[in-house]
């Protein structure tokens, strides 16, 4: 291409190409050496019939020799990811990446198999979690990647704007929605996808990976007590041999503290559930973690009188982190 390209200008000024035109030995020589010398072909995955694996330099056209498609890099993006970010389902432009990391291309990402690499375009791509370091292709073909953050890979991978929606629910308040904005890295999205559908499968997978325990290096961890209130019986109801319950299913963000509360188990004394459901809000929490993320989570408050005091009991929540 880039030959022709060079041979072809000097045609344009008359009579200057007609001298110009027996190109110098060294020069026909050297444009010889530079299109000799043979592009580096990749391993890619076409992104039409996903079983053939087909030769390919480094943002050339893919051509398929199985079904005979031509793609160009930019045809083998697609315009919108459907992502979960810390639990949270979104979606995003998938804008074009930087061509500065090993794992990620605009055009693809990197998988391993037994042969070693091989590109998965990203309109090929089923799901990735990137944090489990495991993509799954449109014919359900699995395939490990590496771990993009390590820094012989990626040190800086590309980011993504995000907004997600999370709601404050309060007892007696009518539930109000709240947006965040922020930025994360491909790294630490939790799951891309391309269809709703495809992502809905990837949280299972997800959520099965983890609770298998499969992913030890980075256990799920419980948001911990940081303060526990005291607890003092309304004197109204306050008497030597009180002895009940109350449990408040709290939600706790993972940067603003409580977000949610309702009352799962009642004491049956109005008094005492609306003192435990207030007492259950001052609990103070650190954040729960997913995978080593930081995310929202669902705890437990148990709010136990005893006479005229008692005591505060956190569990974590039967429902786990992925409920909204
Ligand atoms: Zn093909």
Request: charged share 25%; glycine share 6%.
């Amino acid at each position: 291409m880039r030959m022709r390209t060079v041979g072809s200008t000097p045609a344009t000024p008359g009579g200057v190409a007609r001298r110009r035109l027996p190109a110098p030995a060294w020069l026909l020589l050297a444009l010889t050496l530079v299109t000799a010398i043979p592009a580096h072909a990749e391993r890619w995955i076409c992104p039409d019939c996903p079983s053939e694996v087909v030769e390919r330099a480094r943002g050339a056209e893919l051509v398929c020799p199985g079904c005979g498609t031509h793609y160009t890099v930019t045809e083998m993006a697609p315009p919108v990811a459907y992502i979960n970010v810390s639990t949270r389902d979104t979606e995003i432009s998938w804008f074009p990446l930087a061509d500065s990391c090993r794992i990620y291309r605009p055009d693809g990402v990197e998988g391993l198999d037994d042969q070693g690499a091989i590109w998965v375009p990203w309109t090929a791509v089923e799901w990735y979690i990137p944090r489990m370091r495991l993509l799954r292709m449109i014919n359900g073909r699995e395939l490990a990647t590496d771990y993009a953050k390590d820094l012989t890979y990626c040190p800086s991978p590309p980011k993504f704007a995000y907004e997600v929606t999370d709601s404050l629910t309060f007892p007696g308040k009518p539930a109000t929605v709240f947006k965040q904005q922020g930025e994360y890295s491909l790294a630490e999205l939790f799951i891309i996808a391309f269809t709703p559908e495809a992502r809905d499968s990837a949280r299972v997978r997800f959520v099965k990976e983890v609770e298998a325990g499969k992913h030890p290096r980075l256990p799920r961890t419980e948001p911990h007590v940081m303060r526990l209130p005291t607890v003092a019986a309304p004197p109204s109801v306050a008497k030597a041999d009180l002895k009940a319950e109350a449990v408040v299913e709290v939600r706790v963000h993972e940067s603003r503290g409580i977000i949610g509360a309702h009352m799962v188990k009642s004491t049956g004394v109005a008094a005492l559930d609306s003192d435990a459901m207030r007492l259950a809000q001052t609990v103070s929490f650190s954040t729960a973690g997913e995978l080593g993320v930081m995310v929202p989570s669902w705890v437990e408050v148990h709010v136990h009188y005893e006479g005229t005091g008692g005591r505060v009991e956190v569990t974590p929540a039967r429902h786990g982190f992925w409920r909204r």
